[in-house]
Structures are given as structure tokens and as C-alpha cells.
């Protein structure tokens, strides 16, 4: 996965008990690292500038694991155990739900440009807007929206992920 910036305000972006790489301000542009599990480390609600020992950078490091238990090193070892059976799980249940989301996103980058969500100011906000606005207008016109002929579920989806994508990848 490699080293994520930390920016110090919300809640720390890994679970509890998941094991982890954490990089830690010392003052004066020096680091220390450590890795565990350790939550005695101050993941912190500092804006600007850290402190000392305030985690600035994490890398959440591989738990793999082979379902039947078999040595990563035997013959027939898979090491996807509890990873997302996005086949099975996603495309087999979902493929329309899929096809949706992906014809908002090609609708969206005929519109604007692809990725250009990634530069929106305040993008936080106005994307959980569109969210609750496609929400409301699925009540009141029914299922499919009045500009793009398309579900509004689709793009209740859409700019759900790009909301969650804001709330937890940028500053």
C-alpha cells in the first residue's frame, strides 16, 4: 500500500487493532518509526504544523492469511483470505448496479472531465449535497433524474464514494 500522509484531524483512518507503520514527528523535520498496533500513539487533532509525537504518515502493513491455513510457501497457497470476492461478491450480484455507476461516471466526464472531482473546492461538502439532493429528488420526480435520463441511485452512488473519498484521502 505504501506511506499515507497523515493530517491529523478526524478519526485515525485504521482500525484498532489493525497493525500498522506509523511514522512520528520529533521536531525540526525528523522522524521516528514504529510498528504495531500501539493506540498509546497520538493520531492527534493538530491543523497546520505538528507537534512532537504526533503521527504524520501510516502504512497499514499485510495480515495475508491462506483460508485453509496452508504456508504461503506450499503448493495450492492463495493468501486472500477475508480479502472482498469483488467477482462473486460485486460483478455477480451487481452487474447492472455496476454498469450504472460506470455510465454516471462517463456521464459526468462528458460533462466536466475525468477526475476533475479530485480538485473541487469544498468538495466535501457540495459532493454530500449532491448525494442528499439526488436522494430527495428520487422521491419527488421518481427513480430517474430529469438532466440525465439516468437512476438517481446511480448517482446517489457515485457521489457517495467520491463524498467518502473526500472525507477520508484528503487534508
Known sequence: MGRIKWFGHGDPPVAYDEKVRVWIYMGEDKEDEAVGT????????????????????YEKLSTESDPLGRNPKEAGAKLDAGKSPV???????????????????????????????????????????????????????GPITADSKMQHAAHEAWNGYIHATWRTCRP
Open 38 to 57: 500501539d493506540w498509546s500513539w497520538d493520531w492527534g487533532d493538530w491543523e497546520g504544523e505538528p507537534t512532537v509525537g504526533c503521527i504524520i504518515a
Open 87 to 141: 467477482r462473486r461478491g460485486l460483478l455477480e450480484y451487481f452487474p447492472r448496479a455496476c454498469l450504472a455507476v460506470a455510465e454516471i461516471s462517463q456521464f459526468g466526464a462528458s460533462k466536466y472531465t475525468w477526475k476533475g472531482w479530485e480538485t473541487v473546492p469544498d468538495g466535501i461538502d457540495r459532493y454530500g449535497d449532491a448525494v442528499v439532493r439526488h436522494i430527495c429528488n428520487a422521491a419527488i420526480e
